[in-house]
């Protein structure tokens, strides 16, 4: 794929990633180091639990989706991220389970201050294997513009 630069975004584009397929032992290691509860660690806590079986934490789900959005390979000129905003885990994610992101750009901005860069936001969305969508999120990419479009 072809580097692209701020000016190559305009709102209405649509991008897809490949999925990622989301394994128990990534589950229970993940949940392991940084959301410790039952339901993510322990397969027969789970089984009793509202979910009925082991599910990966909402904070998984969204380094998943983050990881999936940057194999689309759009972001090669990513300066980083002012944040998310929105989230929203809608369902569970379970062993097995095939994630990809759906990016659609809503808003690009070029930065008022620093002429290098401008931001551009995306609504995600996280599908699983049954197209189903498990997480939406409004993500804010900053993005380096081209050097011959920046006024010295």
Known sequence: MKTLYFEDFGPGDHFES????ITEAAIIDFAMHFDPQPFHMDREAAKESIYG?????GIH???VTFRSFLLTGILTNNLGSPGFDELRWLRPVYPGDTLRTMAEVIEVRPSSSRPDR???RFRCTTLNQRNEPVQTVLCNQLLKRR??????
């Open 18 to 21: 490949p999925g990622i397929t």
């Open 53 to 57: 079986g082991l599910i990966a934490s």
């Open 61 to 63: 789900t969204t380094a």
């Open 118 to 120: 401008g931001t551009v």
């Open 147 to 152: 050097s011959d479009k920046v006024k010295s």
